[in-house]
């Protein structure tokens, strides 16, 4: 079975700084797809980041990118120049590469930003 | 966009009631998806349908049924509630495959219930 970890439950950092988020996940599987969802405080789970096992190339998109390191089984989340808005949960999935398309969620890190 | 709607934002039921949380997604995604989310634990995947009248049961399907006998409905069911299913519960749902992105999850709003 996967498992997926994220060790800090609560961030905080000033508007237009940077911060990262942590995740690490276990799985014998070798292909695999990893995400960072947000969810604001109006509760709406959005997709920000999405990586494929198989790309060396870490995704970005926009002021968001990922450091995958696959041997370490890491894979944390970078905001740069974080805005009011980024304030939200942050939950860290896994999901398998075959079969059922089913995400296995981390604990969650909540993340405000401060002006 | 796709749209995932979840017919109740906030529930109020009392221990033994039969609960019904009913989700709709109106982009014909083939997979659909009831989650439990609860703080310090994230979201743990009760029961989710690949397909109309089909289901697999998640982590944690005890104490739940579902149905989903049309494309875009899934309902979640708790037979006779209990205290310890208070929580929130996120529906989602994804296209499937053969196109990229077809894996990504949509989510609702979720439903917040409580269990008196």
């Known amino acids: 079975a996967q498992t997926v970890t994220q060790s800090q439950p609560e961030m905080s950092v000033q508007e237009a700084e940077t911060v990262t988020l942590s995740c690490t996940y276990d799985t014998s599987e070798n292909n695999y797809y990893l995400f960072w969802y947000k969810q604001p405080p109006s509760r709406q789970m959005i997709l920000v980041i999405r990586?494929?096992?198989?790309?060396?190339q870490n995704a970005t998109e926009n002021r968001f990118s990922v450091n995958f390191q696959k041997a370490a089984k890491s894979f944390s989340l970078k905001i740069s120049d974080s805005q009011l808005g980024d304030t939200a949960m942050y939950f860290c999935a896994f999901m398998k590469l075959q079969g059922a398309q089913k995400l296995v969620f981390g604990q969650g890190t909540r993340l405000t930003i401060n002006p | 966009d796709v749209k995932v709607t979840q017919s109740s934002r906030y529930l109020v039921k009392r221990t033994g009631e039969k609960v019904f949380l009913e989700c709709v997604q109106d982009m014909d995604h083939e997979n659909m998806f009831w989650y439990r989310q609860d703080p310090g634990l994230g979201l743990r995947l009760i029961y989710f349908s690949y397909d109309v009248k089909m289901k697999e049961k998640g982590d944690i399907p005890e104490g739940y049924s579902v149905s989903r006998e049309k494309k875009e409905r899934f309902s979640l069911i708790l037979e006779s509630a209990s205290t310890n299913q208070t929580s929130m519960y996120l529906c989602a749902s994804s296209l499937g495959t053969g196109v990229p992105g077809a894996n990504v999850l949509t989510f609702g709003a979720g439903s917040r219930l409580t269990v008196l």
């Open positions: 990586q494929e096992a198989y790309k060396q």
